[in-house]
């Protein structure tokens, strides 16, 4: 099995829109959605940031490099 590969995009704008924007900016780049972490404010329960994990394998990411 080929190493895995991982990304992590932080963004401090935590609305349905921005988060949808980065998953699909993402995964049309060749990576796959893999979760989401919430750091959240002691004094809100809206969410401060988040992270998201993408993962690929290392053989796709080099095939990917090779062609562009």
């Known amino acids: 099995m080929p190493p895995t590969e991982y990304k992590v ?3 401090q704008t935590v609305t349905d829109e921005q ?3 980065i998953i ?9 959605f893999d979760g ?3 750091a959240m ?3 809100s329960k809206r969410p401060a940031m988040a992270f998201l994990i ?6 796709a ?3 990917t490099a090779a062609n562009s």
């Open 9 to 11: 995009v932080e963004t």
């Open 19 to 21: 988060l949808t924007a």
């Open 24 to 32: 699909n900016e993402w995964v049309a780049l060749g990576w796959q």
């Open 36 to 38: 989401v972490q919430f």
């Open 41 to 43: 404010r002691d004094a």
């Open 54 to 59: 993408f993962t690929r394998s290392r053989v």
């Open 61 to 63: 990411a080099d095939s």
